[in-house]
């Protein structure tokens, strides 16, 4: 059943044996987990593409998760990253969280209490250390002010143009693209989590910028109708600030 439900993982029969023998006093052979068990069990063991579901099932909804903390979007993404590097990645000291996954209640519920945990630690270490600042002086949509400053009355031909070239970008390029834009994973962190050399994966996310941008090129003259001497420089404004207006945009487009 976990097979069916991800058959784009090649999870070997006698890795995912093991991984539920190991549970079966908490799972118990239930069926309605045994995706979420194939799943844990591809991310433990760092499989192709499992990264990547586990951020599209999970990533976006961590938010929802949270509540009313949901809606500080400098929590929610700290919270997002704590996650992904502490599930998926572990350090020095731990292995990754994910494998202690058991299966007794399901892979979201477990996700939902991590997100939770870590939120709730993170706005206590701000009530210890963080100034205290009034709300006037906050500045969620700074990055949306900055985008519109630059790209002006082209910012909606740019958005269309962007969603349309993030759509277009193989899978592989987005997830990378996304987890270290918006998420903030350094090249080492998703060199380990991709079992690849930094050298490997630096050369990946700069395949995936690159295709990305060509993209945009395209889908700013093409679907945008954005004039070609006016697309340039558009695409200009984009790359001047390549961290900043990417995490920008990737965030509105996830959204």
């Known amino acids: 059943m976990g097979r069916q439900a991800f058959a784009a993982l090649a999870v070997p029969l006698d890795a995912f044996t093991v991984f539920a023998r190991d ?3 908490t799972w118990a052979g239930a069926l309605d987990r045994s995706a979420d068990l194939y799943l844990a069990c591809a991310c433990a063991a760092a499989g192709s593409g499992a990264a990547e579901l586990f951020l599209e099932r999970f990533g976006d909804r961590i938010p929802s998760y949270l509540g009313k903390l949901g809606s500080d979007r400098d929590l929610v993404d ?3 990253q704590i996650v992904l590097v502490r599930c998926l990645l572990g350090d020095v000291e731990r292995a990754p969280a994910i494998t202690s996954y058991s299966g007794r209640g399901s892979l979201e519920g477990w996700v939902r209490a991590t997100a939770v945990r870590e939120a709730l630690s993170l706005q206590r270490d701000r009530a210890r250390h963080v100034e205290l600042t009034s709300p006037g002086n ?6 949306d002010r900055e985008l519109a400053q630059l790209i002006g009355h082209y910012r909606e031909p740019v958005m269309r143009a962007f969603t349309a ?19 903030s994973l350094t090249t080492a962190d998703l060199a380990k989590m991709f079992r690849v050399s930094r050298a490997t994966l630096v050369r990946r996310v700069t395949e995936a910028r690159d295709g990305l941008f060509e993209l ?3 889908a700013l003259f093409g679907q945008a109708g ?8 558009v695409l200009r ?19």
């Open 138 to 143: 906050e500045t969620p949509d700074e990055h």
């Open 23 to 25: 549970r079966t006093a």
């Open 237 to 255: 404004l984009v790359k001047s600030q390549v961290d900043l207006r990417l995490s920008s945009l990737l965030r509105e487009t996830a959204a």
């Open 165 to 183: 070239a993030v759509a277009a970008l193989p899978r592989e390029h987005r997830t990378l693209l996304r987890l270290h834009y918006v998420y």
């Open 78 to 80: 700290e919270v997002r």
């Open 216 to 218: 945009l090129q395209g």
């Open 226 to 233: 954005v004039p070609p001497e006016d697309c340039e420089s």
